[in-house]
Protein backbone atom coordinates (compact mmCIF):
# COMPACT_ATOMS: atom_id res chain seq x y z
CA UNK A 1 0.00 0.00 0.00
CA UNK A 2 2.65 2.44 1.02
CA UNK A 3 4.27 2.01 -2.49
CA UNK A 4 1.22 3.19 -4.33
CA UNK A 5 0.51 6.59 -2.26
CA UNK A 6 3.40 8.37 -4.35
CA UNK A 7 5.34 9.66 -1.48
CA UNK A 8 9.01 9.61 -3.58
CA UNK A 9 11.95 9.91 -0.91
CA UNK A 10 10.06 8.87 2.21
CA UNK A 11 10.51 6.05 3.72
CA UNK A 12 7.57 3.98 5.61
CA UNK A 13 9.60 5.06 8.93
CA UNK A 14 9.52 9.04 7.78
CA UNK A 15 5.82 8.40 7.02
CA UNK A 16 5.44 6.74 10.73
CA UNK A 17 6.76 9.51 12.71
CA UNK A 18 4.49 11.94 10.59
CA UNK A 19 1.13 9.31 11.44
CA UNK A 20 2.51 8.86 15.22
CA UNK A 21 2.60 13.06 15.20
CA UNK A 22 -0.92 13.81 13.29
CA UNK A 23 -2.39 11.15 15.65
CA UNK A 24 -0.93 12.64 18.81
CA UNK A 25 -1.90 16.01 17.50
CA UNK A 26 -5.68 14.79 17.75
CA UNK A 27 -5.14 12.99 21.17
CA UNK A 28 -3.85 15.88 22.91
CA UNK A 29 -6.48 18.11 21.28
CA UNK A 30 -9.39 15.71 22.32
CA UNK A 31 -8.06 15.13 25.94
CA UNK A 32 -6.78 18.17 26.64
CA UNK A 33 -10.42 19.84 26.91
CA UNK A 34 -12.18 16.55 27.96
CA UNK A 35 -9.61 15.59 30.92
CA UNK A 36 -9.57 12.23 29.82
CA UNK A 37 -7.67 9.93 32.24
CA UNK A 38 -8.77 6.47 33.87
CA UNK A 39 -7.19 7.56 37.26
CA UNK A 40 -9.83 10.45 36.99
CA UNK A 41 -12.47 7.85 37.17
CA UNK A 42 -10.95 5.20 39.63
CA UNK A 43 -9.45 7.83 42.16
CA UNK A 44 -10.72 11.57 41.73
CA UNK A 45 -13.05 13.31 43.51
CA UNK A 46 -15.91 11.25 44.65
CA UNK A 47 -18.37 13.50 42.62
CA UNK A 48 -16.92 13.16 38.84
CA UNK A 49 -15.47 9.68 38.99
CA UNK A 50 -18.46 8.20 37.36
CA UNK A 51 -18.73 10.85 34.63
CA UNK A 52 -14.98 10.40 34.10
CA UNK A 53 -15.73 6.77 33.66
CA UNK A 54 -18.40 7.37 31.44
CA UNK A 55 -16.39 9.39 29.12
CA UNK A 56 -13.27 6.36 29.22
CA UNK A 57 -15.73 3.72 28.67
CA UNK A 58 -16.98 5.97 25.57
CA UNK A 59 -13.36 5.35 24.21
CA UNK A 60 -13.08 1.74 24.54
CA UNK A 61 -15.97 1.24 23.19
CA UNK A 62 -15.12 3.35 19.75
CA UNK A 63 -11.61 1.12 20.19
CA UNK A 64 -13.05 -2.05 20.20
CA UNK A 65 -15.69 -1.25 17.87
CA UNK A 66 -13.51 -0.15 15.12
CA UNK A 67 -10.42 -2.14 15.55
CA UNK A 68 -13.08 -5.19 15.41
CA UNK A 69 -14.55 -4.30 12.07
CA UNK A 70 -11.18 -3.53 10.24
CA UNK A 71 -10.07 -6.60 11.15
CA UNK A 72 -12.93 -8.98 10.38
CA UNK A 73 -12.92 -6.93 6.87
CA UNK A 74 -9.18 -8.50 6.30
CA UNK A 75 -7.44 -5.06 6.36
CA UNK A 76 -4.59 -5.66 8.53
CA UNK A 77 -3.23 -8.81 10.38
CA UNK A 78 -3.13 -8.82 14.19
CA UNK A 79 -2.22 -12.48 14.54
CA UNK A 80 1.16 -11.95 15.30
CA UNK A 81 0.77 -9.26 18.05
CA UNK A 82 2.65 -9.29 21.23
CA UNK A 83 -0.35 -9.20 22.66
CA UNK A 84 -1.85 -11.97 21.51
CA UNK A 85 1.02 -14.23 22.14
CA UNK A 86 -0.03 -17.75 23.20
CA UNK A 87 2.24 -17.44 26.53
CA UNK A 88 0.49 -15.32 29.23
CA UNK A 89 3.65 -13.54 31.41
CA UNK A 90 1.14 -13.55 34.56
CA UNK A 91 3.28 -12.87 37.27
CA UNK A 92 5.00 -10.03 35.04
CA UNK A 93 1.10 -8.38 34.41
CA UNK A 94 -0.14 -8.95 37.43
CA UNK A 95 2.74 -6.81 39.35
CA UNK A 96 3.45 -4.80 36.65
CA UNK A 97 -0.50 -3.68 36.52
CA UNK A 98 -1.05 -3.26 39.83
CA UNK A 99 2.45 -1.10 40.26
CA UNK A 100 1.10 1.54 37.13
CA UNK A 101 -2.11 1.97 38.93
CA UNK A 102 -0.67 2.81 42.31
CA UNK A 103 1.85 4.98 40.13
CA UNK A 104 -0.67 7.09 38.80
CA UNK A 105 -2.55 7.80 41.49
CA UNK A 106 0.83 8.62 43.42
CA UNK A 107 1.73 10.90 40.33
CA UNK A 108 -2.21 12.33 39.98
CA UNK A 109 -2.34 11.28 36.36
CA UNK A 110 -1.61 7.93 34.16
CA UNK A 111 1.18 8.67 31.79
CA UNK A 112 -0.98 9.55 28.94
CA UNK A 113 -2.42 12.62 31.12
CA UNK A 114 1.06 13.41 32.14
CA UNK A 115 1.73 13.98 28.96
CA UNK A 116 -0.86 16.37 27.79
CA UNK A 117 -0.38 18.37 31.22
CA UNK A 118 2.77 19.01 30.16
CA UNK A 119 2.02 20.36 27.14
CA UNK A 120 0.12 23.25 29.15
CA UNK A 121 2.80 24.31 31.20
CA UNK A 122 2.42 21.87 34.33
CA UNK A 123 6.23 21.41 35.27
CA UNK A 124 5.08 18.72 37.70
CA UNK A 125 3.73 15.92 35.42
CA UNK A 126 6.71 16.95 33.33
CA UNK A 127 8.93 15.91 35.96
CA UNK A 128 6.91 13.12 36.86
CA UNK A 129 6.68 11.91 32.84
CA UNK A 130 10.48 12.05 32.87
CA UNK A 131 10.90 9.58 35.62
CA UNK A 132 8.62 7.77 34.29
CA UNK A 133 10.60 7.92 30.98
CA UNK A 134 14.06 6.86 32.66
CA UNK A 135 12.39 3.90 34.64
CA UNK A 136 10.51 2.47 31.43
CA UNK A 137 13.74 2.85 28.95
CA UNK A 138 15.76 1.10 32.07
CA UNK A 139 13.17 -1.67 32.68
CA UNK A 140 13.08 -2.68 28.54
CA UNK A 141 16.38 -2.24 28.12
CA UNK A 142 19.00 -1.17 30.99
CA UNK A 143 20.07 -2.17 34.55
CA UNK A 144 16.58 -2.94 35.18
CA UNK A 145 15.66 -5.04 32.05
CA UNK A 146 16.97 -8.92 33.63
CA UNK A 147 14.70 -8.38 36.29
CA UNK A 148 11.91 -7.98 34.13
CA UNK A 149 13.15 -10.75 31.77
CA UNK A 150 12.81 -13.04 34.88
CA UNK A 151 9.34 -11.65 35.85
CA UNK A 152 8.86 -12.28 32.68
CA UNK A 153 9.68 -15.93 32.80
CA UNK A 154 6.75 -16.91 34.86
CA UNK A 155 3.83 -17.53 32.88
CA UNK A 156 1.30 -19.79 31.27
CA UNK A 157 0.59 -21.18 27.85
CA UNK A 158 -3.10 -20.41 26.69
CA UNK A 159 -2.78 -21.09 23.05
CA UNK A 160 -5.51 -19.51 20.85
CA UNK A 161 -7.21 -18.45 24.23
CA UNK A 162 -5.05 -15.34 24.06
CA UNK A 163 -7.77 -13.64 22.82
CA UNK A 164 -11.65 -13.48 23.31
CA UNK A 165 -12.43 -14.28 19.51
CA UNK A 166 -11.78 -17.86 20.38
CA UNK A 167 -15.13 -17.34 22.07
CA UNK A 168 -18.37 -18.59 20.39
CA UNK A 169 -19.88 -16.22 17.58
CA UNK A 170 -15.89 -14.99 17.51
CA UNK A 171 -14.69 -11.36 17.17
CA UNK A 172 -17.64 -9.91 15.57
CA UNK A 173 -19.79 -11.18 17.92
CA UNK A 174 -17.72 -10.39 21.29
CA UNK A 175 -16.61 -7.05 20.16
CA UNK A 176 -20.25 -6.28 19.33
CA UNK A 177 -21.21 -6.95 22.67
CA UNK A 178 -18.42 -5.87 24.94
CA UNK A 179 -18.11 -2.10 22.78
CA UNK A 180 -21.94 -2.06 23.40
CA UNK A 181 -22.12 -3.07 26.79
CA UNK A 182 -19.33 -0.42 27.56
CA UNK A 183 -21.04 2.29 25.21
CA UNK A 184 -24.79 1.77 27.48
CA UNK A 185 -22.76 2.64 30.35
CA UNK A 186 -21.16 5.57 28.83
CA UNK A 187 -24.27 6.41 28.40
CA UNK A 188 -26.14 6.54 31.86
CA UNK A 189 -22.73 8.24 33.31
CA UNK A 190 -24.17 11.05 33.24
CA UNK A 191 -21.13 12.32 31.76
CA UNK A 192 -21.38 15.59 29.85
CA UNK A 193 -22.21 15.12 26.13
CA UNK A 194 -19.21 16.99 24.85
CA UNK A 195 -16.74 14.73 26.66
CA UNK A 196 -18.50 11.51 25.80
CA UNK A 197 -18.26 12.68 22.25
CA UNK A 198 -14.94 13.76 22.63
CA UNK A 199 -14.04 10.52 24.25
CA UNK A 200 -16.02 8.52 21.34
CA UNK A 201 -13.24 10.68 18.86
CA UNK A 202 -10.22 9.30 21.35
CA UNK A 203 -11.28 6.11 20.72
CA UNK A 204 -11.63 5.82 17.10
CA UNK A 205 -8.02 7.21 16.89
CA UNK A 206 -6.98 3.52 18.25
CA UNK A 207 -8.56 1.29 14.88
CA UNK A 208 -6.52 4.59 12.71
CA UNK A 209 -3.62 4.12 14.44
CA UNK A 210 -3.63 -0.06 13.64
CA UNK A 211 -4.95 0.61 9.63
CA UNK A 212 -2.45 3.37 9.47
CA UNK A 213 1.00 0.86 10.66
CA UNK A 214 -0.77 -2.27 9.53
CA UNK A 215 -2.29 -1.50 6.44
CA UNK A 216 -1.51 2.32 4.66
CA UNK A 217 2.09 1.82 5.84
CA UNK A 218 2.66 -1.18 4.35
CA UNK A 219 5.76 -2.65 2.94
CA UNK A 220 7.00 -5.86 2.32
CA UNK A 221 10.66 -4.38 1.81
CA UNK A 222 10.62 -2.46 5.10
CA UNK A 223 8.17 -3.86 7.31
CA UNK A 224 6.80 -1.39 10.36
CA UNK A 225 5.92 -2.94 13.78
CA UNK A 226 1.87 -2.60 13.96
CA UNK A 227 1.52 0.12 16.48
CA UNK A 228 -1.73 2.63 17.62
CA UNK A 229 -1.80 5.01 20.79
CA UNK A 230 0.97 3.66 23.40
CA UNK A 231 2.72 5.97 26.32
CA UNK A 232 4.96 3.18 27.79
CA UNK A 233 7.18 2.19 24.23
CA UNK A 234 6.59 5.94 23.35
CA UNK A 235 8.21 7.27 26.26
CA UNK A 236 11.21 5.31 26.61
CA UNK A 237 11.88 5.78 22.66
CA UNK A 238 11.61 9.32 23.19
CA UNK A 239 14.12 9.55 25.89
CA UNK A 240 16.30 7.53 23.56
CA UNK A 241 16.01 9.57 20.60
CA UNK A 242 16.47 12.90 22.84
CA UNK A 243 19.76 12.28 24.21
CA UNK A 244 20.65 10.36 20.83
CA UNK A 245 19.48 11.88 18.46
CA UNK A 246 22.00 11.68 15.64
CA UNK A 247 22.44 8.01 15.94
CA UNK A 248 18.88 6.73 16.48
CA UNK A 249 16.19 7.95 13.99
CA UNK A 250 12.92 8.91 15.30
CA UNK A 251 10.22 6.67 15.39
CA UNK A 252 6.14 6.51 15.80
CA UNK A 253 6.19 6.76 19.34
CA UNK A 254 8.48 10.22 19.12
CA UNK A 255 6.17 11.55 16.69
CA UNK A 256 2.80 10.06 19.14
CA UNK A 257 4.23 12.33 22.00
CA UNK A 258 5.49 15.02 20.32
CA UNK A 259 2.21 15.57 18.70
CA UNK A 260 0.22 15.11 21.97
CA UNK A 261 2.34 17.90 23.42
CA UNK A 262 1.59 20.11 21.22
CA UNK A 263 -1.86 19.37 20.45
CA UNK A 264 -2.70 20.00 24.64
CA UNK A 265 -0.77 23.22 24.31
CA UNK A 266 -3.26 25.01 20.96
CA UNK A 267 -6.05 23.79 22.70
CA UNK A 268 -4.88 24.94 25.98
CA UNK A 269 -3.77 28.33 24.69
CA UNK A 270 -7.02 28.85 22.70
CA UNK A 271 -9.10 28.41 26.14
CA UNK A 272 -6.90 30.39 27.70
CA UNK A 273 -5.79 27.51 30.15
CA UNK A 274 -2.28 27.73 29.94
CA UNK A 275 -0.65 28.32 33.02
CA UNK A 276 3.16 27.16 34.72
CA UNK A 277 2.10 24.41 37.65
CA UNK A 278 5.55 23.42 39.89
CA UNK A 279 5.29 21.41 43.38
CA UNK A 280 4.14 23.07 46.51
CA UNK A 281 3.69 22.35 50.29
CA UNK A 282 0.18 19.96 49.35
CA UNK A 283 1.87 18.45 46.23
CA UNK A 284 4.95 16.57 48.08
CA UNK A 285 7.84 15.73 45.45
CA UNK A 286 8.54 12.61 46.58
CA UNK A 287 5.11 11.09 46.21
CA UNK A 288 5.05 12.16 42.50
CA UNK A 289 8.06 11.26 42.01
CA UNK A 290 7.73 7.70 42.79
CA UNK A 291 4.48 7.56 41.76
CA UNK A 292 6.45 8.47 38.26
CA UNK A 293 8.89 5.49 39.10
CA UNK A 294 6.13 2.97 39.57
CA UNK A 295 4.64 3.73 36.66
CA UNK A 296 7.82 2.97 34.43
CA UNK A 297 8.41 0.32 35.54
CA UNK A 298 5.00 -1.08 35.85
CA UNK A 299 4.06 -0.55 32.61
CA UNK A 300 6.63 -2.24 31.02
CA UNK A 301 6.05 -5.19 32.97
CA UNK A 302 2.33 -5.17 32.26
CA UNK A 303 2.81 -4.79 28.44
CA UNK A 304 1.42 -0.77 28.45
CA UNK A 305 -0.42 2.01 30.01
CA UNK A 306 -4.01 3.08 30.50
CA UNK A 307 -3.63 3.42 26.80
CA UNK A 308 -1.34 1.25 24.97
CA UNK A 309 -2.48 -1.83 27.37
CA UNK A 310 -5.96 -0.77 27.94
CA UNK A 311 -7.28 1.14 25.06
CA UNK A 312 -5.14 -0.35 22.33
CA UNK A 313 -4.90 -3.92 23.75
CA UNK A 314 -8.31 -4.31 24.71
CA UNK A 315 -9.47 -3.57 21.38
CA UNK A 316 -7.61 -6.05 19.98
CA UNK A 317 -9.46 -8.37 22.56
CA UNK A 318 -6.75 -9.84 24.23
CA UNK A 319 -6.90 -11.33 27.15
CA UNK A 320 -3.62 -10.38 28.35
CA UNK A 321 -4.85 -7.00 28.00
CA UNK A 322 -7.78 -7.41 29.78
CA UNK A 323 -5.48 -8.71 32.70
CA UNK A 324 -3.03 -6.08 32.69
CA UNK A 325 -6.21 -3.30 32.31
CA UNK A 326 -8.01 -5.43 35.21
CA UNK A 327 -4.55 -5.14 37.69
CA UNK A 328 -4.26 -1.41 37.03
CA UNK A 329 -7.91 -0.40 38.15
CA UNK A 330 -7.01 -2.70 41.44
CA UNK A 331 -3.93 -1.18 41.88
CA UNK A 332 -5.06 2.44 41.72
CA UNK A 333 -8.31 1.32 43.72
CA UNK A 334 -5.79 -0.34 46.74
CA UNK A 335 -3.88 3.08 46.21
CA UNK A 336 -6.51 5.44 46.57
CA UNK A 337 -7.61 3.48 49.82
CA UNK A 338 -4.31 3.66 51.50
CA UNK A 339 -4.20 7.45 50.81
CA UNK A 340 -7.42 8.40 52.40
CA UNK A 341 -6.27 6.15 54.79
CA UNK A 342 -3.29 7.66 55.97
CA UNK A 343 -4.94 10.98 55.48
CA UNK A 344 -7.81 10.67 57.94
CA UNK A 345 -4.89 9.24 60.16
CA UNK A 346 -3.32 12.96 60.12
CA UNK A 347 -6.37 14.48 60.41
CA UNK A 348 -6.78 12.41 63.88
CA UNK A 349 -3.99 13.37 65.45
CA UNK A 350 -4.29 16.76 64.29
CA UNK A 351 -7.22 17.05 66.40
CA UNK A 352 -5.40 15.20 69.56
CA UNK A 353 -2.77 17.99 69.13
CA UNK A 354 -5.18 20.76 69.43
CA UNK A 355 -7.61 19.32 71.92
Known amino acids: MFQDLGLEGWTPQSAAVVL ?3 LGLAFGMLAEPSRFCLRRGLAGDALERRSALG ?43 AMFGAGMVLGRGCASRLT ?13 LIVFAVLAHATLKGALAPARVWIGSFGVSIGS ?29 RAPRRDLVLGGLIGILVP ?10 KDEFAPLPLETLAFTSAAAEGLFWWVAGTAV ?7 LLGGVVFGSFATAALGRRLAWVGFGGDTPTGQYLAGGALMGIGGVLAGGCTVGAGLA ?10 LAL ?27 GKS
Not at 331 to 340: C, D, E, H, I, L
Open 20 to 22: GLV
Open 55 to 97: VWSMALAAAIIGTTAIVGLGLIDISQHRFLAGRLPIAAIILGG
Open 116 to 128: VLAGTGNLRALSV
Open 161 to 189: AASLSALPGGAPLVGAMFGAGLLVWALIS
Open 208 to 217: FGWLGTGYVL
Open 249 to 255: APSFGVG
Open 313 to 322: GVSLLSVGAL
Open 326 to 352: ASIMMGAVAARSVMAGAGRGKAQVAMV
